[in-house]
T-cell receptor, first 114, second 112 residues
Framework: GNSVTQMQGQVTLSEEEFLFINCTYS??????LFWYVQYPGEGPQLLLK?????NKGSSRGFEATYDKGTTSFHLQKASVQESDSAVYYC?????????????FGKGTHLHVLP | EAAVTQSPRSKVAVTGGKVTLSCHQT?????MYWYRQDTGHGLRLIHY???????EKGDIPDGYKASRPSQENFSLILELASLSQTAVYFC???????????FGEGSRLIVV
């Protein structure tokens, strides 16, 4: 069945360090892939999305490449800031246009130390 | 900008009581969703709807009912609240299948 795996439950970095959050997925077809970010006390919000395989999405300094070959959609940022502290969710969209459900990974809690 | 509002934002309910969480969207979206968030589980889908007067079961529907009386409104109903339903609940809407989800700010429910 369809699934999303985020193995890192928590990541702690200092400011200006490089961020890498691992995400792999399992599905058939060519779904849209998303990264959502959730700040404390708020609902999740879209960070970036990529609709086409082997393309890259970017937003606010974050990047992710939709790699159909390795079924990965890792999130990266060259230099994190304390304000990036949040929970990050990798999300798999439906590949079938008749399907309605997206699938969330379990989330990665990023702590950035000043 | 997309707007999804939830009420109440916080509630304490007694075990066995009835709880209704409401969601209103002004995005003109067809799709609406209720998610539950627990530490260590991320977001889990309870019910969703793609048209008024129709709802569908998500991954964890047991103990919950949903109602979609209009395109704008989607309610989550706990007929007999239990301790295990203590959680934060999020409503979301989207314009089409697989499109971006717009979330509300969440409703924190504590069942005592």
């Amino acid at each position: 069945g369809n699934s999303v795996t985020q193995m890192q439950g928590q990541v702690t970095l200092s400011e200006e360090e490089f961020l890498f959050i691992n995400c792999t997925y399992s599905t058939t077809g060519y779904p849209t892939l998303f990264w959502y970010v959730q700040y404390p006390g708020e609902g999740p919000q879209l960070l970036l999305k990529v609709t086409t395989a082997n393309n890259k999405g970017s937003s606010r300094g974050f990047e992710a490449t939709y790699d159909k070959g390795t079924t990965s959609f890792h999130l990266q940022k060259a230099s994190v800031q304390e304000s990036d502290s949040a929970v990050y969710y990798c999300v798999l969209g439906p590949a079938d246009t008749n399907a309605y459900k997206v699938i969330f990974g379990k989330g990665t809690h990023l702590h950035v130390l000043p | 900008e997309a707007a999804v509002t939830q009420s109440p934002r916080s509630k304490v309910a007694v075990t066995g009581g009835k709880v209704t969480l409401s969601c209103h969207q002004t995005n003109n979206h067809d799709y609406m969703y209720w998610y539950r968030q627990d530490t260590g589980h991320g977001l889990r889908l309870i019910h969703y709807s793609y048209v008024a007067d129709s709802t569908e079961k998500g991954d964890i529907p047991d103990g919950y009912k949903a109602s979609r009386p209009s395109q704008e409104n989607f309610s989550l109903i706990l007929e007999l609240a239990s301790l295990s339903q203590t959680a934060v609940y999020f409503c979301a809407s989207s314009g089409s299948s697989g499109n971006t989800l717009y979330f509300g700010e969440g409703s924190r429910l504590i069942v005592v």
